[in-house]
């Protein structure tokens, strides 16, 4: 991806905000694997701060749960937070080229979240759909990306910004080597 590669998130935090999700929710962990479509014994393993969890499994359990993303990987509250470049808290898609850095979680009361998100070419990321009423907001850093609702996708260079739902289904894809791009996830 880069040479400065953000540091993988705590298994902790996983771990902490999974059973406080679910213990909110009220769901016992099989049905809550049951609703993410995951094995009840990777759900069990991320809750003891085990595993290797992968951006597709955190987000299917999210949207189980009816959180957003950054409510599963939101780093402990501080008074002053710099995140350095290359630095922040990240998941990996199995998938694709794809690496997402949390880099501000939604503070309580507001409902948004902000990530720096590295694409390199060779695969399209395709995303489900987000808890209803969500938006995403893009602008492209470096490169070139193609992005948007399946079927209403438009390429984008450096400085462009984009808005869509998506809570459809939706995709990313590097159109270029070393493609960057800051993402503002909205719920409404």
Request: charge should be negative.
């Amino acid at each position: 991806m880069s040479e400065a590669t953000p540091v993988r998130l705590p298994l902790e935090w996983i771990a902490a905000a999974l059973k406080r999700e679910r213990s909110r929710a009220g769901l016992s962990l099989s049905e809550l694997a049951r609703r993410a479509g995951v094995a009840k014994s990777t759900l069990s393993q991320l809750e003891a701060a085990s595993g290797n969890p992968s951006l597709e499994t955190v987000w299917a359990l999210a949207v189980a749960l009816g959180v957003p993303f950054s409510a599963l990987v939101e780093p402990p509250a501080w008074q002053v937070r710099v995140v350095r470049a290359g630095q922040g808290p990240a998941v990996r898609s199995e998938q694709t080229g794809y690496l997402a850095s949390l880099l501000s979680a939604c503070p309580p009361g507001a409902r948004r979240d902000l990530y720096s998100v590295w694409l390199e070419p060779g695969a399209v990321r395709e995303s489900e759909p987000h808890i209803p009423g969500s938006v995403e907001h893009l602008v492209v850093s470096e490169g070139a990306v193609k992005a948007g609702p399946l079927g209403e996708t438009v390429e984008l260079g450096p400085g462009d910004y984009m808005s869509y739902r998506a809570d459809v289904p939706h995709s990313y894809e590097a159109l270029a080597a070393g493609a960057k791009l800051v993402l503002v996830m909205q719920h409404m």
